[in-house]
Each structure stands twice: as C-alpha cells, then as structure tokens.
C-alpha cells in the first residue's frame, strides 16, 4: 500500500518542507545490485510515467547526483537533483535496501508513484550515469536516517505496541460493545422486515435503508452497514425476491456468527468480524497473525472499486507451491493514484506472509521474486469443489480464485470455459479477446475469479510457451 | 455454519432446474420466498425437511435461518453448465515477435501511435507477426483508422485473422488481403463479402487471368454496387493490359464509386484503347496557340462519349463553368501524358512552359496533378526542374494566389535521394522559417543523411523564435522521417537553444523528443533486424 507523508503535501515552507514521502513495495528488489533497465520500467505506475521519465533521464538534467554505498557491497540508496523548468530543483532519492521494497521520495507535486523524477533517476543509474559519492546533501541523509529508525521501531515488536496496553483493550472493548448494540438492534430490524413482508422492498426509498446503514456506522460496523447499504441495489435486480431474501439470510447469519463469538472456528471467526467491520492493522497481523512461509506463486490481479467512490482496490491472488495455500493480497488508491503491490505476475515470491485470521488475507510484504512456473490447475468440478470446501469456513465469500487447466473458450447464449470433460462455467464478462487471441482456442491454463452470482471473471493466461499473460 | 456436502444437488442459484444431485424431496426455496414475501406475520415459516434443522423453529428468526442454510446450499452445489467449445485458430504460420520487440510494441501502442505503421512494417518484413496477446489492441485499432488495415492485416497473421471473427468491429480484417493468403474456391462461393473481397485478391496475386475471368463471370449478378466495388478493388493487384475489357464494361456501372475506380484502374494501363480515345479528347480540346502558346477550347455537355470516358455523369440541367472547368480537370489529369508532347511537338519540360505562358493556370495545374495521379518521373522531373532554386518563391506565390501547389505528389514521383537532394538546394539560412517548415512537409521519407544535416543546421539558424511552432513541426519532421541511425550524428544538444527559448523553453523539449523518437527508433529497427 502505498503511503502517503509523514509530511503534509503543500505546506508552505519551501522545498524541504514540500518533500513527500512515499513508501512503495511495488518491486520486490531487495538487493540492492545496480538495477537493469528493465527493472526501473518495472516499477513505473503507468505507461505515461515511463514516457515521462525517459524525457528526464538525461545526464545534463541532473547537476548533482549520487549512489550511496551499502555497507554489503551495491547501493543503499541513490539521489539527485533534477534541473526542471522552475527556479528549485527537485531533490528525488530512493532508498533501495529498506527491507520492505524501494522507497521514494520527490519534492515535485506529481501524485505519481514513482514519479518520472524518481524513474528518469533509477534510469540514470541502471545506465551507469549515477557515480558512487561518499558525500550527500542534507535532505538525503536525514530521510534515510529516518527511515533507518522507523524501520528499528518496526522491527521491535515492544516498540510497535501500543504506549499504554491497557488502555488499547479498553478502546477495543467498549468498540465491541458498540458493535453489539448495532447488531442486536439490525437484529430486530430484519425481523420487522420479515415479518412485514418483503412485497413492498422495491418501492421503498433509499432513507429507510439508509438509516439502518447509518446507525450500524454510528456503531463502528462499517462491513455490516455497507451489506445493508447495498439492498436498495439487490431489490432492483432480476428475480429481486429471491435475491433479496438471500441477502437478509446472509446478514442475519452474520449477526448470529458475530454473537457466537468463540464458539466458532477461529478461520469462521476471522471471516465474521471483517466482514462486520472490525478491522485490523497490518502491524497488528504481522505481530500477531499466523506466518507461512512458502514459494507464492503469483495467480493474478484485478482491479475493482474500493469501498468508497474515490477509492480504487487490488486484489492479488498467490498460491503457496509447497503449501498450496491461497493467499488474497489486497491494496487500496485513491481515485488518481493506482494502488500498487510487490508482486508481478509470471512470478513467484519466496516470503513469510502474514495472514489475517480469515486464513486467506495476508499482508502485501515483498519476498524475494523468483522465476514463475505455470500452477498447477483442475478441472471445472475440482475447482468448484475447492469453492465449496472455502464456503464451509466463510459461507460469504463471493470471490475466490480458481485456477483451471486445459480450459477453452466456449460461446453459446453467453462466453464460457469448458474444461476437457465438457464441464462448463460462465464468464462474467463479454467476449474474452485477450483470452482467445492468446491461446487461439486451445486447451490453456486460466486463472479467473469465481463469484457463483455472476460468473469467472479471468484473470491470467498461460500461454503454450508458458508465459503468463494478464487478462 | 453448516453447509450442505459439495455434492448435494449442484443448482444455479436461481436456476428453476433441480440439480443433477442425489433425488430429494421438493426444493423448499420457492416457499421460502413466498412466505418472505407476504410475511411472517401473516404466514408461517413452511417446513424445510431437505434442509438441516435449524434451532428457531419459528418466526423471521427461523426463516431467515432457512434461507441463509439454503443460499448457501445452492452456492457451493453450483452445477457445470456444458457449452461448445470454439474452434481452434489454425497452426501459427509465422514466429511472434518475441521480448524486447513485444515490449516495443506495447510501448508503441500505448503512447507513440505515430510510430505503429513503422513497427507493423519491419515486423512483417521481418516475416515476424504480432505477439497475440496484443492482438486485441491492434486490430481495435484497425477498426477506427482504416489507413492502418492493410498493415494491420500484413502483420496479425493467421490467428489474428481467427480472432477478427469473435467482433463485428473487426470484421475490415477478413476483407483485407495479407501476404500469405491462399485462394479457397469454398471461401469465394460462400463465403461473405469481405472473405470474397479477400479470395479474389489472393486469387489475383498468383493468376491475374483466372481471378479476371472469375470476376467477369459473376459480374452481372452482382446486385449491390457496394459489392462490385469492393471485388473491383482486388483487380488493382496484378493489373495489366487484358484487364481492360472488364474495366471498360465496370465504366458503364449504374454506381458512381464503381465507375471512379474504373477509372483510376484504366488510368494505370496507358496502352489500351481507352487510354487512345482519352488522348483523341485531348487532341480535339488542345491546340497549338500563337506566340508558343496553347488554347484550349471548353468540353461541352453534349460530348456523351468523353463524359462516359471519364465516367463523369451526364448532366441534367445547364452546364455553367465550374462543370466546364471540372470536365476538362479530369481529362488533363486521367489522359496519359504523352499526347502533349506529341500534339506541341515538344518535350515535358517544352509543354510547362508553353503552358506557363499561356496564362491559363486550371490548365497548369491539371498538368500538374496528371504527374503526381500518373506517377510519371520525367515529367515531374521536368516540372520541379522549372522550380529549381524558386521553390520557395513559388510556395508564396501560390499561397498569396490561394492555389494549391502540388509539390508533395510531385516529389513523391522521384527516387528518394534525388527529392532529397532537390529539397536540399531548394533552402538555405536565410530562408524564412515558415517556408522552410511548408518545404519539408513536402518532402516525403525517409530523409537522406546530407538532407538531415541541412535540417538540423537550419534548425541552429536565424527566424525560430518568432516560430515556436515552426521549430516544433520541423522537430517532428525530422524525428519521424530521418534513418533512426541518424540519431548519433546529430548534434546532442539543442541547435540554437539561446535563441528558441520559448515558454517554458519550448525548443529545446522539442528537440530533445526528437532525439528521444529517433532512439526509439533506433531501437525499434534493431530489434526487429
């Protein structure tokens, strides 16, 4: 995820003051060897930036520049300061062994992450145009120095808790308490509901669920309260009676999951309270949260709006190959900014990732990429198995990954994949051109999402030469 | 939190169908959701015997409980549905351009569109086709610039073929002729109009006669002149002199655009007899005038024959001059040159000039337009030569007079390295910036290496900096026009950067993107060596 400043973006106080740190895990370059070509574009947000950055990347533009030495050999950090049309230059460095992926920081105002200063620079360097310097301004040395003792705080499960223990479970308590209240009344409202009939559901305005949805926000259970958000929506689909009643069935079954509490399974239990809204650190998840350490292979990604209108998420799908473990990496952006994420497909990421007590979400940290292989799929009735053993744990769960071995593309009232045996599941989505141009309607490993309401939406091709392509 | 075993009668939810699961009792959903709808307080919760017990027995409570058992039941025993897998595409026939060319190429159609015909080109010369997976991309280009078909459809190869089949938007592909199509009688008969257009084309490439004959044979039951013009089209590969009898019979069409294309088709065979009737029209509209002059005397709308030649449509009501002026435009241009030498008993370069004297600038510039139309080398030798060393005074004077001066088809007639050259002399330092820029736009690619030079030394010189845009034009000129390996002989720096400045120092961005393009270039031309 990436973060934006400790500092304020435009506060007035000159350069210094305008510096924006930003901490991107998007490439999981660890070490810190001079980067290739190749890697730099890796990194950039979009193919504009690219562009951009190739305009930037010209020894002349940059009077002062420099690589900091690590002490293992390589570069710790590279910086410089690019000449651009304005009086000030702007001061781009990247800190390149911080453990957690390459960090960036540019005084531009480019929301850009990484901005073209910082790839034009990283280009320079790949290129060998960034020198060694045993000297470094000001600015750079006080952002590493800081990021040095962030780090050291991090890493010190002590340092990372909260100042006052005590007084963290009792926040925690009383939002437990909140959310039940919430609950125990939402109870009693799907109830009324029912009892009233849903005949009249289609006809109401949107303030009769609205209110219910604002005094489960009110209540700190955001998750539930964007549930019952959601049914002015629901009513107006086709067949709304029965998709509605589906949907109050599964908000009902969420509250008497939530009040059953401990009496679940610890994955049942996860799933519920996240689903209701009490969410959890990353931090917390890294301390506390089960680790698995695996080769991840890389399924895919897909981009889907995030829960509110300016927010864009990530969702990245790996799959442990020792482990077979599925693991959900998930990032969010604001509307301009694309949310970024370590992991690239066509690889795998040698990493201990920290899941989330659902059992499936993990922290976004980065690994060591290693080559990928093509994953291992299964047909259209193992994989909706595997869907049906997941539902067993989270009977919410819409969207799961399947990965799908010698499937092709199949059209009859809508586009289908139809494994060997003839089994077929629906595309969500219209004609798969990126899907049929790559594997020309020959037998190909798929990885799609699953979400038994609408269908696969697919979201990687193996091609015959094993080559993962990103639909 | 229970759910039914996976195998438990697999249903679509909202699918009316049973499962194909063990046999139960009926699917107590439906009164689920009557029940729902009325209310709970009118109507009690029906019994559920095919679903597990739940602990209300009674109320919203217990029919929430049941709904949720059964949403979830339906959920995880989803039934496969069966549908008809495509039809493979046919065997690759040429290797994908592979690595970094892809990643060119995803570059290229990403943000530098300019450059796309140039990449399509060095791969399908490379005898490289387009990597699949940007295949979509491609061919949605193809569909909103129809300039970049034939390119297109050179490089998409057989699969991209295949592919076009799957969106009506790219349904222009299966018309377009490639390289390796091979003709298919099935196709030709059955086929629909594009995959006629494009088996007669193939058919064309390999045996012009039997593709003639095919096409003559069909010709009178051709309804739709849409159609007619389309096949017409193939008969422009392959074209010679025994083409001309159908060509002949295509100018009698009830369509205008079939009888234009017949037209500019016949306009290619200088030797057949329409070529001959076009010239006795000249003869008997163009004399010899006193003084080394030529007279010409107007075409009347009563001439059905030359009106028909030309397949212009006779006219309806009175001919006034602009109809006249229009006649005798398309006979200069469509009448093969060399009747004037004869009837003015002079060469090329004799007949501009006698015709320049004469004052009669449509006739002029007919003249003109015949070379670049018939794409004649002496005569546009001979008309640039009358220019030479004026070309920039003749730009002003025909802009002043508002006449379009033809010196792009012109220059476009010559081998590259003469118009070059020819370009090259035809400005210096001291030349205005503005003409400089309206010269260059007229000078076809590639550039010559010394033409290059002379740009690039222009660019150093006097005038830009009341011509940003001039300055920038002529920096898109050269980036898209020089042999990339050009890029290390020009100078790295901006030439006279003091001068250009500009806002936000406009001259020099535009000369470093010209540099940069080229680079691309450079590479772009490497990779697919």
């Not at chain 1, 435009?10 to 999981?28: A, N």
């Not at chain 1, 020792?322 to 066509?346: D, H, I, N, V, W």
């Not at chain 2, 040429?94 to 569109?113: I, K, M, Q």
């Amino acid at each position: 995820m990436a973060r934006r400043g400790d500092n304020p973006v435009y506060p007035l106080r000159g350069v210094l003051g305008r510096l924006v740190l930003s901490v991107s895990p998007r490439s999981v370059l660890v070490v810190s060897d001079r980067w290739s070509i190749d890697d730099v574009w890796a990194v950039a947000p979009d193919a504009a930036s690219r562009k951009a950055a190739v305009k930037v990347a010209k020894a002349a533009s940059w009077p002062q520049r420099g690589a900091v030495a690590a002490p293992a050999g390589g570069a710790s950090a590279v910086w410089g300061e690019c000449q651009g049309s304005g009086s000030k230059p702007y001061l781009a460095a990247v800190h390149l062994d911080g453990g957690t992926g390459p960090a960036y920081k540019c005084s531009c105002p480019s929301r850009k992450i990484p901005c073209k200063h910082i790839l034009g620079l990283l280009a320079l360097w790949a290129q060998g145009e960034v020198g060694d310097r045993e000297d470094k301004p000001s600015w750079v040395g006080s952002w590493l120095d800081g990021r040095a003792a962030r780090q050291a705080r991090a890493a010190d499960p002590a340092g990372a808790a909260p100042a006052d223990p005590a007084k963290a479970a009792a926040t925690l308590r009383a939002r437990e308490e909140a959310v039940d209240a919430g609950l125990a009344e939402l109870r009693l409202w799907l109830h009324d509901q029912v009892d009233a009939g849903l005949a009249e559901v289609p006809k109401m305005g949107y303030d009769h669920w609205d209110r219910m949805a604002k005094r489960l926000t009110d209540a700190k259970a955001r998750g539930v309260s964007g549930l019952v958000s959601r049914l002015p929506a629901v009513a107006r689909q086709e067949n709304w009676p029965e998709r509605v009643l589906e949907h109050l069935g599964m908000v009902h079954l969420l509250i008497d999951g939530y009040r059953a509490g401990d009496a679940l399974g610890e994955r049942t239990r996860g799933a519920v309270r996240s689903r209701v809204g009490i969410t959890l650190k990353a931090e917390e998840v890294r301390t506390a949260g089960e680790r698995v350490a695996d080769v991840w292979a890389v399924l895919g990604r897909r981009t889907v709006p995030g829960a509110e209108d300016d927010m864009t998420g990530l969702r990245v799908w790996l799959r442990g190959t020792e482990t077979g473990r599925t693991a959900l990496a998930l990032s969010f952006g604001r509307a301009e900014q694309a949310p970024t994420t370590p992991y690239r497909l066509g690889t795998a990421v040698e990493a201990e990732l920290s899941f989330y007590p659902d059992g499936h979400r993990v922290v976004p940290d980065a690994g060591a990429e290693r080559p990928g292989t093509v994953p291992r799929g299964t047909a259209v009735a193992a994989a909706l198995d595997s869907y049906a053993a997941v539902l067993a744990e989270d009977p919410w769960r819409d969207t799961w990954p399947l990965v799908l071995a010698g499937v092709v593309p199949a059209r009859d009232d809508r586009w289908y994949l139809a494994d060997s045996a003839g089994d077929a599941l629906p595309l969500a989505t219209a004609a798969p051109r990126r899907l049929l141009a790559v594997t020309g309607g020959h037998p190909a490993t798929v990885a799609a999402e699953w979400n038994p309401h609408e269908g696969l939406t697919p979201i990687a091709v193996w091609d015959r030469t094993g080559k993962a392509i990103p639909l | 939190m229970t759910t039914s075993s996976p195998d438990a009668g697999r249903t679509a939810p909202g699918d009316p169908e049973p499962g194909r699961g063990p046999a139960q009792g009926p699917d107590s959903w439906d009164l689920l959701v009557s029940a729902a709808l009325v209310g709970t307080a009118r109507r009690a919760v029906p019994d559920t015997p095919d679903l597990p017990a739940t602990a209300e027995t009674g109320g919203a409570a217990a029919l929430l409980d049941r709904a949720a058992l059964a949403t979830v039941r339906r959920l995880a025993g989803y039934t496969p549905a069966r549908a008809a897998p495509v039809s493979p595409a046919p065997e690759a026939d040429r290797p994908e351009a592979g690595g970094p060319a892809a990643r060119r190429l995803e570059a290229v159609l990403a943000d530098r569109s300019g450059l796309l015909p140039e990449w399509l080109e060095l791969a399908a010369a490379a005898g490289l086709r387009v990597p699949a997976e940007h295949l979509p991309a491609l061919l949605d280009r193809g569909a909103h610039d129809s300039s970049l078909r034939p390119a297109v459809a050179a490089a998409a190869g057989a699969r991209g073929l295949w592919l076009a089949g799957f969106d009506p938007d790219w349904s222009y592909l299966l018309a377009e002729s490639a390289p390796e199509d091979v003709f298919d009688e099935q196709a030709w008969l059955y086929g629909t109009e594009g995959e006629r257009r494009r088996m007669l084309g193939a058919l064309r490439a390999a045996d012009p006669a039997r593709g003639r004959e095919l096409l003559a044979s069909v010709w009178p039951d051709l309804r739709k002149a849409e159609l007619r013009r389309r096949l017409l089209e193939a008969m422009g590969t392959g074209l010679g002199p025994d083409d001309a009898g159908l060509l002949e019979t295509a100018l009698d069409d009830k369509g205008a655009n079939v009888r234009g294309l017949a037209l500019s088709l016949l306009t290619r065979l200088p030797r057949c007899a329409h070529a001959d009737r076009l010239r006795d029209h000249v003869r008997a509209h163009a004399r010899p005038g006193p003084e080394d002059t030529v007279v010409v005397t107007p075409v009347g709308a009563d001439e059905a024959g030359l009106l028909r030649d030309l397949a212009l449509a006779r006219p309806s009501g009175a001919v006034g001059r602009r109809e006249r002026a229009e006649y005798l435009w398309t006979l200069v241009t469509r009448a093969p040159l060399d009747v004037w030498t004869g009837l003015l008993g002079t060469d090329p370069a004799g007949v501009l000039e006698r015709v320049s004297r004469s004052d009669d600038e449509e006739l002029h510039d007919a003249l003109i337009n015949a070379i670049g139309v018939q794409e004649d080398g002496e005569w546009a030798r001979a008309a640039l030569g009358m220019l030479e060393g004026k070309v920039t005074d003749r730009m002003l004077s025909a802009a002043r007079s508002r006449r379009p001066l033809q010196l792009e088809p012109l220059l476009r007639v010559l081998p590259a390295r003469e118009r070059c050259s020819l370009a090259e002399r035809s400005f210096g330092p001291r030349t205005n910036t503005r003409d400089v820029r309206s010269l260059l736009h007229a000078v076809p690619g590639p550039w010559t290496a010394s033409l290059a030079h002379r740009v690039a030394d222009r660019l150093g010189g006097k005038g830009w900096d009341r011509d940003h845009g001039g300055y920038r034009s002529v920096c898109d000129l050269l980036a898209e026009r020089t042999p990339p390996e050009l890029v290390h002989e020009l100078p790295q720096e901006t030439p006279s950067l003091a001068a250009v400045g500009g806002p936000d120092g406009t001259g020099d961005s535009a000369y470093r993107s010209l540099l940069g393009t080229l680079r691309f270039r450079l590479d772009m031309h490497k990779e697919l060596a």
